[in-house]
């Protein structure tokens, strides 16, 4: 090939592979996660994050938001994919993650844990660690977690059958 074609090929490729990550950057999407004392459109439940399940990709924002005050967003030791960095808010802090590790990720409210303010992260192919995360959601202490773990987890059962995954 002479050094002419090249060049013209080269030009013609280079404007694609600069505007590549502009459009893998338009592609993801940022969620939104509100901490609350009482569901809005509920008020029999209390202490949650809505939604409770967020299905994403990775690439994608999650933003805890401290609607009502007294809450925190924290990652659940041992309940998230292998690789994935545990994350920690403070009380009444907003904390935004970048979604990087596909899996199901587990998080709780530390004050309100007990009383079964938990919620779940589905990123990408997300049933590699579910059957683990099951485990441990289930193993949770407080008899509201574990029924709010029951619901959550029903709900992630349907997403993955309406997917076609397993786990």
């Known amino acids: 090939m002479s050094n ?21 950057a338009a592609q993801t999407t940022a969620h939104e996660v509100q901490m609350l004392n009482v569901n809005p ?26 609607v009502q ?7 659940i030791e041992g ?3 292998e690789g994935a960095e545990e994350f920690k808010g403070k009380i009444n802090e907003e904390i935004e993650l970048t979604l990087t590790v596909e ?5 709780q409210c530390q004050p309100h844990s007990m009383m079964g303010m ?16 099951r485990e441990g959601a289930l193993a949770l ?14 709900e992630i059962d349907a997403i993955a059958a309406a997917e076609g995954l397993s786990g």
């Open 118 to 133: 938990i919620g779940f992260l589905l990123v990408g192919n997300f049933t590699a660690n579910l059957p683990a995360v």
């Open 79 to 81: 309940l998230i994919p």
């Open 41 to 66: 459109d509920d008020k029999k439940q209390k202490m949650l994050f809505l939604p409770g399940v967020v299905r994403a990709q990775p690439g994608d924002t999650v933003t805890f938001r401290a």
């Open 69 to 75: 005050k007294g809450h925190n967003a924290q990652s």
């Open 141 to 154: 202490r407080g008899k509201e977690t574990k029924a709010r773990a029951e619901t959550l987890l029903a």
């Open 4 to 24: 002419t074609r090249l060049h013209r090929r080269l030009l013609l490729t280079l404007p694609a592979l600069i505007l590549l990550p502009r459009r893998l």
């Open 103 to 107: 899996g199901t990720y587990a998080y």
